[in-house]
């Protein structure tokens, strides 16, 4: 089992920044390789996928939403994944939620990933 744990939200003005963390914990996620991204949820609409990493961190991507803005990055030895959010936007508010996927190929899509974090709250009104 993997474990998954959002960090990070906040309330912030439009055009400010935030970096959310997501820890992992659980024995397989030392065993196996993983990809790990990022998906959000706003009031009234379904989960979209926002950023996504490869197991070793050499490959990342991005909704077109946020490309430029959004970066995603892992510390494997730290079991972590942080996304640096800049010149949010009042449409960036959702609750956003980390995911972990096994195996080497990278999903973009909710229902490819095993294992959901419960999420971290980002409003960003002025």
């Known amino acids: 089992q993997v474990r998954l744990v959002e960090s990070g939200g906040d309330l912030v003005q439009p055009g400010g920044s935030l970096r959310l963390s997501c820890v992992a914990s659980g024995r397989t996620f030392s065993t196996y390789t993983y990809a790990m991204a990022w998906f959000r949820q706003a009031v009234g609409k379904d989960r979209e996928f926002v950023s996504a990493?490869?197991?070793?961190?050499?490959?990342?991507y991005y909704a077109d939403s946020v490309k430029g803005r959004f970066t995603i990055s892992r510390d494997n030895a730290k079991k972590t994944m942080d996304l640096q959010i800049n010149n949010l936007r009042p449409e960036d508010t959702a609750v956003y939620f980390c995911?972990?996927?096994?195996?080497?190929?990278?999903?973009?899509?909710?229902?490819?990933?095993?294992?959901w974090g419960q999420g971290t709250q980002v409003t960003v009104s002025s």
């Open positions: 990493i490869s197991w070793d961190g050499g490959s990342t």
């Open positions: 995911a972990a996927a096994r195996g080497t190929r990278v999903p973009k899509i909710r229902h490819d990933y095993d294992y």
